[in-house]
């Protein structure tokens, strides 16, 4: 149990085109999603928190903008990057946090290149 | 606030020898602390963690690590490390607190080699 999909897995887009990743929690119910970015050959840094039905909370530094957060149910947050650049090219990983026990669970990833 | 160090950027072991993984956190609260290890292009994968239970934790694949309060450490071993084991290994800690929630901060991460 407490599987995270993340859909696409990997997605090239153009640049100035939007691109939206979804993030899905299987077999849970997730009050809470957060949004990470990583790098290559880096950590994962967060870049924002969602809750159910109320807005996103940004990390400093992440444009609100920029990448928007949708977290309209218990098992779906989507992040939605506009007029992306090749900047924005990075690997997306999303988690969600389990409303029962409070475990926070990582989906597989989404690969993104701008090109 | 919390933070993690992982001291090592890059570890190198031979295949059947031992492997430490070094992991030295903060916290202000009592925290959680997690292991996770990444393979090439691919998502994090949950090797063991502490939850204020038995500061010796065994996880998957033969890793273990050990809770030290007063070293504010977490070393992640292996007895015998094996060609799969080569990866990224991220230390994680997180202020289990209700009020805060679990946001986890990320140590830089360590790189693991195995050579044959």
């Known amino acids: 149990g407490a599987v995270v999909s993340q859909h696409p897995s990997w997605v090239i887009c153009k640049s100035g085109t939007s691109v939206k990743i979804e993030c899905r929690s299987l077999?849970?119910?997730?009050?809470?999603m957060f949004w990470y970015r990583q790098f290559p050959k880096q950590s994962l840094m967060l870049m924002a928190t969602?809750?159910?039905?109320?807005?996103?909370?940004?990390e400093q530094g992440v444009e609100k903008d920029k990448f928007l957060i949708n977290h309209a149910s218990l098992t779906l947050s989507t992040l939605t990057v506009t007029s992306a650049h090749p900047e924005d090219s990075s690997f997306y990983i999303c988690?969600?946090?389990?409303?029962?026990?409070?475990?926070?669970?990582f989906g597989p990833g989404t690969r993104l290149t701008v090109t | 606030a919390q933070s993690v160090t992982q001291l090592d950027s890059h570890v190198s072991v031979s295949e059947g020898t031992p492997v430490l993984l070094r992991c030295n956190y903060s916290?202000?609260?009592?925290?959680?602390l997690f292991w996770y290890v990444q393979h090439p292009n691919k998502g994090l994968q949950l090797l063991l963690k502490?939850?204020?239970?038995?500061?010796l934790v065994k996880g998957i694949n033969g890793f273990e690590a050990e809770f030290k309060k007063s070293e504010t450490s977490f070393h992640l071993t292996k007895p015998s490390a094996h060609m799969s084991d080569a990866a990224e290994y991220f230390c994680?800690?997180?202020?289990?607190?209700?009020?805060?929630?679990?946001?986890?901060?990320f140590g830089p991460g360590t790189r693991l080699s195995v050579l044959p």
């Open positions: 969602s809750n159910e039905g109320s807005k996103a909370t940004y």
């Open positions: 916290s202000s609260y009592s925290p959680s």
């Open positions: 077999d849970f119910q997730a009050t809470t």
């Open positions: 994680v800690v997180s202020e289990n607190s209700r009020n805060y929630g679990q946001n986890f901060v």
């Open positions: 502490y939850t204020s239970a038995a500061t």
């Open positions: 988690s969600a946090r389990r409303a029962l026990n409070y475990e926070q669970y």
